[in-house]
């Protein structure tokens, strides 16, 4: 299992990467792809749609179950990764490579766990 | 507390990931859903499928018995042959649907789902037939099914080809597998060529080892549950519990097949006529729209509702996501679009014809 160093993480294993004061990048976890299995379909916002830290910001689903991907963060979406509609299976395969969405206008954010402290998380969890 | 099968430690150590499943813990899958489909449609796979009850039939009534209690009819049934069937209960609801195996003119062995077992046996002992005797042996028995186009090169490496079933739903008794006796059939629950094999519950991990090792150079790998209900899905087979139940008809799910109305009296026959012509029908749905539709989703023509689906999701072989699912006959002809309310929202879908994928 792969926790990179520079990377926040949520409870609900999402990761994020702040790319400026109020501006950043959600995807899964390498725990979260690994517990979902191979995914099949994603869906997610529109660029522009407000998320809310907390509440679903889209779903993924594999072949047994669908699962909400919480929001981190609120904001503004500001680009989703098209790429992922086609092949969600990147997920799977490069977990923090496939981003989701990209949020500005970062006002709240959800607690958010170093590396160090997520890798505890997921051993509590796995 | 759930019951282990005889292959519970062997799925510990290939790495299976352990659930719950009608009262027993089984593997949900091995090293991933998507990859045990693909190699069933592709090489091989194996299933533990000890879970599955087994009752045995035996008396010069046997026979009654069972053309009483099933929809099918076993009259013109030789040895050596399966034969697929409903049981009906009074109201024609189905109560399980399962495989008769003819072993002798008075010896018939009778598969049923495992989640049904407690309600089919106390079923079948209130309705046996003169001379039957009726006795639940599945705790004595395990059943391996050994699914894909690479199953019969497998198995030819262990047992000579002229000892092994040919027709599909025929089986050859006592067959030994590697000093294992066996009771083989051509039989399935994956829409691939395949072999279900039963054997003494103590042979079972020897028997898994033996099939695996010589299928290592074939590409057979273990299979788990997941990967059993995507196959039985893409290859359109009913699953109890989804496609039918205690009320739905076996004519409402298409099963006419396995209905003999013309045999002189059955266990629902009645309730079946009086309740006519069915008004729903079992459909198969492409999903035309974005996302997955699952089992449990009302299904819309407009702002009509018209059905619910029974099964569904993403189909590995065929690449795309499916349903089937019972709806109003006015729109169960292929071409008719319908939407399914997933989560609150809609999502396309179109009826097409059964079965998806036609091995």
Redesign the interface.
């Given at each position: 299992m792969n926790y990179p160093e520079h990377l926040l993480y949520s409870k609900s294993h999402e990761w994020v990467e702040f790319t400026s004061e109020d501006t950043a990048k959600v995807g899964l976890t390498d725990f979260a792809q690994d517990q979902l299995g191979s995914l099949v379909f994603v869906n997610l916002p529109e660029v522009g749609d407000p998320i809310t830290a907390g509440e679903a910001l889209g779903d993924v689903e594999s072949v047994k179950a669908v699962s909400d991907v919480y929001s981190p963060l609120t904001g503004t979406v500001s680009a989703v990764n098209e790429d992922l509609l086609d092949t969600p299976e990147a997920i799977n395969q490069d977990p923090y490579g496939a981003w989701l969405v990209e949020v500005e206008g970062i006002t709240d954010r959800e607690e958010l766990l170093s590396a160090e402290e997520y890798e505890t998380l997921c051993q509590g969890e796995g | 507390m759930e019951k282990k099968t005889p292959l519970y430690e062997v799925h510990l150590e290939w790495g299976g990931k352990i659930v719950p499943f009608a009262g027993y813990l089984l593997p949900?899958?091995y090293q991933?859903?998507?990859?045990e489909?693909m190699a069933v449609r592709e090489a091989a796979g194996l299933f533990d499928v000890s879970h599955m009850g087994e009752v045995l039939f035996t008396g010069a009534d046997a026979l009654h018995t069972l053309n009483r209690i099933c929809s099918n009819e076993f009259s013109d049934m030789k040895v050596g042959r399966v034969r697929y069937s409903p049981m009906l209960n009074p109201k024609g609801g189905v109560i399980d649907d399962l495989l008769i195996y003819k072993m002798a003119e008075d010896r018939y062995l009778m598969v049923v789902n495992a989640a049904n077992r407690e309600k089919d046996v106390t079923w079948i002992l209130g309705n046996l037939v003169g001379d039957t005797k009726a006795e639940d042996i599945s705790d004595e028995m395990a059943q391996l099914a050994l699914q894909g186009p690479a199953s019969k090169e497998i198995l030819t490496g262990l047992v000579s080809e002229e000892a092994l079933p040919k027709g599909y739903y025929t089986f050859v008794d006592q067959v030994d597998v590697a000093g294992i006796s066996c009771l083989i059939s051509r039989t399935g629950y994956t829409g691939s060529f395949g072999y279900e094999l039963y054997c003494k519950a103590e042979c079972a991990p020897d028997l898994w080892k033996t099939l695996m090792e010589a299928g290592k150079e074939k590409g057979l790998v273990p299979c788990g549950l997941?990967a059993r209900d995507?196959l039985r899905l893409e290859a359109s087979m009913p699953l109890y519990g989804h496609e039918m139940d205690d009320e739905v008809s076996p004519l409402e799910t298409g099963l006419d097949f396995a209905v003999k109305m013309q045999k002189e009296d059955f266990i629902g026959k009645q309730a079946l006529i009086d309740r006519g012509e069915p008004a729903i029908s079992r459909v198969g749905l492409k999903v035309t729209g974005?996302?997955?539709i699952?089992e449990d989703a009302t299904l819309f023509a407009g702002e009509t509702r018209v059905g619910r689906t029974t099964s569904g999701?993403?189909l590995?072989y065929l690449k795309a996501?499916y349903a089937m699912a019972l709806v109003e006959k006015a729109y169960s002809a292929p071409g008719t679009v319908l939407e399914a309310e997933v989560?609150g929202r809609r999502i396309a879908a179109q009826v097409v014809e059964l079965p998806f994928y036609k091995g």
């Open positions: - | 949900v899958q991933g859903i998507i990859e489909h997941g995507t974005r996302g997955i699952r999701t993403h590995p996501a989560r």
